[in-house]
């Protein structure tokens, strides 16, 4: 059983900075054609993603919400994913997720589109981000 929980939200003001952090379990080495990826979801919003990874050989794409201001990356050692945003605006306040599942191809573009959720079968309990003035 795969088990996600992130960590490193907060509160922060404009323009700052926080990184999050996720610890997976329960992922076996042999499941190298997996991909990671992080989502936010406002209230009222539907769940956006943000960015996503592929496990095996660390291939990333990025979304529109904060194409530019973040940096996914993992620790393939620790099974740890990360995800680094920097100017953070208060638009950007939200509940932040991690997800993970098998994705054969590697990550593509179609894991930035709206609806990339559906990708993901395992999922984190999130962690709050916000962002004042």
């Known amino acids: 059983q795969v088990r996600l929980m992130e960590s490193g939200g907060g509160s922060v003001q404009a323009g700052g900075s926080l990184k999050l952090t996720c610890a997976i379990s329960g992922y076996t080495r042999t499941r190298t054609n997996w991909c990671m990826a992080w989502f936010r979801e406002a209230p009222g919003k539907d769940r956006e993603p943000v960015a996503a990874?592929?496990?095996?050989?660390?291939?990333?794409v990025y979304a529109d919400a904060l194409k530019g201001r973040s940096t996914i990356s993992q620790d393939k050692a620790d099974y740890t994913l990360y995800l680094q945003m920097n100017s953070l605006k208060p638009e950007d306040t939200a509940m932040y997720y991690c997800a993970a599942d098998s994705c054969p191809g590697g990550v593509g573009s179609w894991y930035t589109g709206k609806g990339a959720a559906v990708l993901f079968g395992y999922w984190g309990q999130g962690t709050q981000v916000t962002v004042s003035l």
């Open positions: 990874i592929s496990f095996g050989d660390g291939s990333t």
